[in-house]
């Protein structure tokens, strides 16, 4: 009796051993599992600069959290602290691998991760938050946010050409002369907005005077021009839908070169129409080439622009195309947008209807200060 009993307690244990065993084994093999999905997943890094573009960026985190494919990525978000921060912490990613590095911000943001993601193997990958959003516009990423992250979920890689402006790399645009100029007083106007910069715009114009600039393309005989503008296109746009080189491409090694020459103010309904309509190479007062290097020298120092961005340089300005250095998340398919006409006027006349109400604006402040300069000597006056 005891020896059958003592067989029945050795086998149950024996079986207790067995299922703590195979346990184990589960266990263990459920870990092992997840670590190779963990492997398999890929790094993705958004970089937020909190002060930078029009929107507020907390809605945009937590469509992130629900949106983002998480069985293809592995989440970090880091917030900016500083001005050029961004370049550091891409640099950073870049060195440790990671698959992509996010900007959400405007184009300044875009700039600072993009120029440290080139010459590497991690993509840049945008959230547009910005004013203008050229390189968003040019791509066709979305400008909703939430269609954004769907392209970093279903959107492929393509690798593009960036620009150097005396070194300094840019991806949409750069130049020199009444652009410039704008985007450093807009830079100092302590807001932001379209309506901030077609006041910049508008005052600027009134009082800039073209310059005499000599040019030399690919190394060739130089030729000089006197010019409003000079524009250095990537890409095909400022941002906001304004083509000021737009025939040009992100992957064709070039660089698209519009020269804006000296016009009146009968030819500007004209032409504003034409930049945010793809046909200001079509006007008579603009020239257009294609080159692979430009070196610009003018009379003095002064001011250029890299991206909307303002910088002070030597009065001699290089500027070169680098082929195919950076990599890029954009949409699967592209959909070519189709030609509506009336839609575009509606464009224009908003256009012209903000740039009405900037120089009304402009001109009522200009006024009243001179009303109040009038009445304080007129109490001078008095009192004597």
């Known amino acids: 009796m005891f020896l059958l009993v003592g067989k029945i307690s050795l086998s149950v244990f024996k079986s207790e051993i067995m299922y703590i065993v195979w346990w184990i084994c589960i266990t263990f093999a459920k870990h092992v599992k997840q670590l190779f999905r963990m492997e398999d997943k890929k790094k993705i890094v958004f970089i937020i600069n909190p002060i930078s573009g029009t929107q507020g960026k907390e809605q945009i985190l937590k469509w992130i959290e629900e949106d983002l494919d998480k069985e293809q990525y592995i989440r970090e978000i880091i917030y900016t602290e500083y001005a050029g921060h961004a370049v550091e912490l891409a640099a950073q990613k870049a060195d440790e691998g990671a698959y992509a590095v996010v900007a959400i911000g405007g184009d300044g943001t875009i700039n600072e991760i993009a120029r440290s993601l080139v010459h590497t193997q991690t993509a840049l990958g945008i959230i547009p938050c910005g004013s203008g959003n050229g390189l968003a516009r040019h791509l066709q990423i979305p400008l909703e946010p939430r269609k954004a992250i769907e392209i970093l979920n279903k959107g492929k890689i393509e690798t593009i050409d960036y620009g150097k402006i005396n070194g300094r ?37 009134l009082q800039y005077e073209p310059e005499v600039y000599e040019l030399e393309m690919d190394g060739n005989v130089s030729t000089r021009y006197k010019a409003f503008l000079i524009a250095c296109g990537n890409a095909s746009q400022y941002g906001n839908n304004a083509y000021i080189t737009p025939r040009a491409t992100l992957d064709d090694g070039l660089l698209d070169v519009t020269i804006l020459e000296p016009f009146t103010m009968l030819d500007v309904p004209t032409l504003a129409f034409q930049l945010f309509n793809k046909r200001i190479d079509q006007n008579s007062r603009i020239k257009t080439f294609q080159c692979k290097s ?90 004597k």
């Open 169 to 205: 790399p840019f991806f949409c645009t750069c130049g020199v002369g009444f652009d410039a100029l704008v985007s450093l007083k807009f830079s100092q106007a302590g807001k932001r907005g379209p309506l901030t910069y077609l006041e910049q715009t508008l005052r600027e114009s």
């Open 294 to 383: 430009l070196c610009i020298h003018r009379s003095n120092p002064g001011v250029v622009h890299y991206d909307g961005d303002p910088m002070m340089t030597d009065k001699d300005v290089e500027v070169k195309i680098v082929q195919k250095e950076l990599r890029v998340i954009v949409p699967r398919h592209v959909e070519k947008p189709s030609v509506n006409v009336l839609q575009r006027a509606q464009d224009y006349i908003n256009g012209l209807r903000q740039l009405n109400e900037a120089f009304v604006d402009d001109f009522t402040q200009r006024h009243k200060v001179i009303l109040d300069k009038g009445k304080r000597r007129i109490k001078k006056l008095t009192q």
